[in-house]
Nanobody, 127 residues
Framework: QVQLVESGGGLVQAGGSLRLSCAVSGRIWNSYVMGWFRQAPGKEREFVAAIRWSGGSTYFADSVKGRFTISRDNAKNTVYLQMNGVRSEDTAVYYC????WGVGRTDYSGTQTYSGWGQGTQVTVSS
């Protein structure tokens, strides 16, 4: 079981950029898929983006496609979420998550497939 710690959240103006980081402790096998989710007040946690640890294929929710990118640094055991062109609706607590068997899946959007979660980092977009 890996441990995840998110950082980089904060207050940003609409249209601005922010980069979130997820530091991963523990061994990440090639079967892992790492994801970012978010949860706004009163709403369910929703999928944002995912990346295959091996190969680096990426997947995005339609709501962030073209604005957010996800990447990983294998040497640093870190996953990043670059948020560009942020909007008020991007305001939420952002969580990093790990799916140890994600390589065998075709759908990365379900929270139930992720067994490791960080504590979350708050992102607030001001208009």
């Amino acid at each position: 079981q890996v441990q995840l710690v998110e950082s980089g959240g904060g207050l940003v103006q609409a249209g601005g950029s922010l980069r979130l980081s997820c530091a991963v402790s523990g061994r990440i096998w090639n079967s892992y898929v790492m994801g970012w989710f978010r949860q706004a007040p009163g709403k369910e946690r929703e999928f944002v983006a995912a990346i295959r640890w091996s190969g680096g294929s990426t997947y995005f929710a339609d709501s962030v496609k073209g604005r957010f990118t996800i990447s990983r640094d294998n040497a640093k055991n870190t996953v990043y979420l670059q948020m560009n062109g942020v909007r008020s609706e991007d305001t939420a607590v952002y969580y990093c998550a790990a799916d140890p068997w994600g390589v065998g899946r075709t759908d990365y959007s379900g929270t139930q497939t992720y067994s490791g979660w960080g504590q979350g980092t708050q992102v607030t977009v001001s208009s």
